[in-house]
């Protein structure tokens, strides 16, 4: 008689999860779906900062290509007298059309929140925003859209042709040997150029991506 009432309640036992297996086993899940959301998370993060490097250093590049066509000084005037041989843009000059040489790209800013439109490319285009789809982005009225968020930052510097770490002021000229230092003209120094790119985030935050200096004899 025992063991028909052993036997019996036996069979009326059901396999299955209980409580605490069952949290635990959620645990495990959600924990394995954060840990791969966090993962993909941070490989797009990755992956955007190395696009907005590479064009960061298109950007650069590109500006070094257009200055290989460019005389260091105005071939007909010279430096900019009537600012006191300054560099930068002559007073006549006011569109990217109007850069004919070195030291007109001193202090130009070519882009986000710069003094003329851009970013601009070899040719000294302004190269346009693309959209997903592969089209040129144009404005409401048909005009194109420069890229967005990024800006091309020139500095021109005279140095020294001995010594290209020590820079000069745009109106200095040696009319006689000084320390060893032959008598140069003033618009006879080499120039070295810095590019700075620059990437301007939707919260509003400049971050430099990319920065390039050379020397031009």
Do not use: C
Not at 24 to 52: C, P, R
Not at 128 to 139: F, N, Q, R, Y
Request: no cysteine; proline share 6%; charged share 20%.
């Amino acid at each position: 008689m025992s063991a028909r009432r052993r036997t019996s309640r036996t069979s009326h036992t059901t396999p299955g999860f209980t409580l605490l297996e069952t949290a635990l086993t959620l645990v495990i899940l959600v924990v394995g779906v954060l840990a791969m959301v966090e993962a993909q998370a941070a490989f797009i993060q990755s992956n955007l900062w190395s696009s907005h490097a590479a064009t960061g250093n298109f950007l650069a590049q590109e500006v070094r290509e257009l200055t290989r066509s460019l005389p260091r000084h105005d071939p007909v005037h010279g430096l900019n007298v009537d600012e006191g041989y300054a560099f930068g843009l002559d007073g006549l000059e006011v569109v990217i059309a109007d850069i004919d040489d070195l030291d007109d790209l001193d202090g130009m800013r070519f882009g986000f929140n710069g003094n003329m439109p851009g970013p601009i490319n070899a040719l000294g285009d302004i190269i346009p925003e693309v959209a997903l789809d592969g089209s040129i982005e144009l404005d409401e009225n048909g005009g194109t859209v420069p890229m967005v968020g990024w800006a091309q930052e020139i500095i021109v510097e005279k140095v020294e042709p001995f010594d290209t770490s020590l820079t000069r002021a745009d109106a200095y000229e040696r009319e006689v040997e000084v320390d060893g230092m032959p008598p140069l003209g003033r618009e006879s120094f080499p120039l070295r150029v810095t590019v700075i790119v620059s990437y301007t985030t939707t919260i509003g935050g400049e971050i430099e991506m990319a920065r390039v200096s050379w020397i031009i004899p």
